[in-house]
């Protein structure tokens, strides 16, 4: 894998963990605050954390708790929906802010409304500079993206810009109404 052009294997591996933020499809979280659980270590400004929860939707997760982001966390998230979970580990990713975003269906198990607010809330965060790549088997909602690839048995079927590609992928009907 080449990062900035130079072998991934020939960088330290911690300025390639600053520079890549990774959101797994299932998102775990341990034992310990919500805090902790979502800057991992990192100096966070209070205000900066706050903001990225409140984009998210998360701060009814910590108002309708008496101790807010210092609330306890289960090992594994347990106690929070997988929506909740999902969107935890999105806030995780926007506050180290990385260079190059690796996403896993970045809205699994959130409702429409959450799905857009997120979505809405990533796009802000992003840099023009930044590299995003997104997994998905719902590539409409995704907005923002300039290129889809998308992949069947292990290759390769389409890609190209996402207009172009948003259009093949719809049925044969649809394209031609579109087209009227």
């Known amino acids: 894998m080449l990062v900035g052009g130079v ?3 020939l960088l330290d591996p911690e300025l390639l963990r600053t520079m890549i933020g990774l959101l797994p499809q299932e998102v775990q979280l341990f034992r310990g605050t919500l805090r902790e659980n ?5 100096r966070v400004a209070d205000e900066t954390l706050v903001g990225v929860v409140q984009d998210l939707g998360l701060d009814t997760l ?11 966390i289960a090992e594994g998230g347990s106690g929070l ?9 999105l806030a995780r990713v926007m506050l180290r802010a ?11 198990g959130l409702d429409r409304a959450f799905e857009t607010r997120a ?32 992949m069947q ?6 890609d190209g ?20």
Do not use: C, K, N, Y
């Open 119 to 150: 979505l809405a809330a990533l796009e802000r965060a992003l840099r023009p500079s930044d590299t995003v790549v997104i997994a998905t088997h719902r590539p409409a909602v995704i907005p923002f993206a300039r290129r889809i690839v998308v």
């Open 62 to 72: 910590v108002r309708e708790h008496p101790r807010g982001l210092d609330r306890e």
């Open 98 to 108: 990385p260079r190059v975003w690796l996403l896993d269906e970045p809205t699994a």
């Open 161 to 180: 810009e996402r207009e172009a590609v948003m259009h093949a992928l719809r049925p044969p009907t649809e394209r031609s109404a579109g087209a009227a």
């Open 38 to 42: 979502l800057v991992l270590g990192a």
């Open 7 to 9: 072998d991934a294997s």
């Open 153 to 158: 048995r292990g290759r390769v079927a389409r």
């Open 81 to 89: 929906s997988g929506g909740q979970r999902q969107l935890a580990g």
